[in-house]
């Protein structure tokens, strides 16, 4: 078993809040992604689960038993972090060994533990050697070799790939994802990287300032953001944001003007809410891989000041009018069309996300057991 609960767990340093509430269940056998900006407190909840920091607040339970008192050693968890922490002076096996060295285990079942994260992780070969003479991946993979022989009921990974180059960082997660399915074990991963979140989670912690922004599967966060935090923060390049004013609320949807244009955007709002809304200041989200070259439902004519041309896709920014930033859209192929003075835009209200003067996201009329189909298809990768 590898079951976690997080009831009410906060975090104090000195005056300063850092986690807030947060209260979670990660199911046995789930692959829980944290993800969120610098400074938000991921690693700080990691670190709390792991015992390697106090709780100011809140219960951490696992497999139904709370651990807050308990050593780290005795919590039934592994870490593995970001600066590998192997020791340089040992071999590969005896860096991996030396979790159950210092447990006392007979040398017949060190040899055993020691093989089989050798084979899993395909480091058979390199067992004499010291972390030294190892690439990044692979002394990343002896510190999880190490985690691994411990049979930990969760594994913990602080930013794990975070050292390595993209095309390392590419090949790892696609190790981590294999690893997960093949020890079927609790995962609970933090990263800043979006793509390693959308890519390896079942679900997604979205922290922002030491409180959840939304919990979810990694479509789910891409195609109902409950907020404007999250649906900037899911998503590279990242949504586009137009001021807009509400018109009227149907059962169709909410009517918005922008730019002097009228756009029935398919999202419900609770009934007793409805009237109220006629008249205030809301935000349209259209995500940069859903605005197509020409005409089409709601349109736009934008003055393209940058184009970055990718081959696999083309990614212009527009200046919008007064503060509000870029306009960005990413069209498929090369499109040396957008080099012009002026060029038109459009983008299906389908695919229009709409928040309340408070950020927060009206529903969307989405059949996710459709869009799950779908992959996003601007979830570029991040550079390193
Ligand atoms: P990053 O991605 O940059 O590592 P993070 O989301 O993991 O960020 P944390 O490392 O959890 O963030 O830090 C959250 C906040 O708590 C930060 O403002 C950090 O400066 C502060 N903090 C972390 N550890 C301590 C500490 N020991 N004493 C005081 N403040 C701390």
């Known amino acids: 078993m590898g079951q976690l609960s997080l009831n009410q767990i906060t975090k104090i340093f000195g005056t300063f809040e850092v986690v807030r509430n947060v209260s979670l269940d990660v199911h046995d056998g789930e692959f829980m992604v944290f993800v969120g900006p610098s400074g938000c407190g991921k690693s700080t909840l990691l670190r709390m689960i792991a015992g390697l920091e ?7 339970v696992i497999d139904g038993k709370r651990v807050n008192d308990l050593a780290p050693v005795k919590r039934g968890i592994a870490m593995v972090f970001q600066s ?93 994802t294999r690893l997960h399915k093949q020890l079927g074990a609790t995962m609970i991963y933090v990263t800043h990287d979006q793509v390693e979140a959308m890519t390896m989670a079942d679900r997604i912690v979205v922290l922002n300032g030491g409180v959840i922004a939304q919990v979810g599967a990694p479509l789910e966060l891409y195609h109902k953001p409950q907020n404007l935090f999250v649906a900037g923060f899911i998503g590279n390049p990242r949504m586009n944001f ?83 930033g870029n306009f960005c859209f990413v069209l498929s192929g090369t499109q040396a069309a957008v080099e012009a003075p002026t060029v038109d835009l459009s983008f299906s209200t389908a695919d229009c996300h709409l928040f309340d003067a408070n950020g927060q996201a009206f529903e969307r009329h989405v059949d996710m057991a459709a869009m799950r189909m779908q992959k996003p298809v601007g979830m570029l990768q991040t550079a390193n």
């Open 84 to 176: 590998y922490a192997l020791y340089p002076h040992m071999s590969v096996y005896e860096n991996i060994a030396f979790p159950l060295r210092v447990e006392g285990a007979p040398e017949a079942e060190i040899r055993r533990k020691v093989d089989e994260a050798a084979r899993i992780l395909h480091l058979e070969t390199r067992m004499d050697q010291r972390p030294g003479n190892l690439s990044g991946g692979q002394r990343q993979r002896v510190a999880i070799g190490r985690a691994i022989v411990r049979e930990p009921e969760i594994f913990l990974f602080d930013e794990p790939l975070s050292n390595l180059d993209a095309a390392l960082r590419t090949d790892m997660r696609i190790e981590l």
């Open 54 to 60: 106090d709780t100011s607040g809140g219960d951490i």
């Open 242 to 324: 137009l001021p807009v004013i509400c018109d009227a609320v149907t059962d169709a949807g909410v009517t918005v003007t922008y730019d002097g244009k009228s756009l029935t955007i398919p999202v419900s709002v609770p009934s007793d809410q409805g009237p109220a809304l006629k008249g205030t200041q809301m935000t349209l989200g259209i995500r940069p891989e859903h605005v197509v070259l020409g005409a089409g439902e709601a349109q736009l004519t934008v003055a393209p000041s940058v184009v970055e041309y990718l081959g696999q896709h083309t990614i212009g920014y527009a200046p919008l009018a007064g503060d509000a």
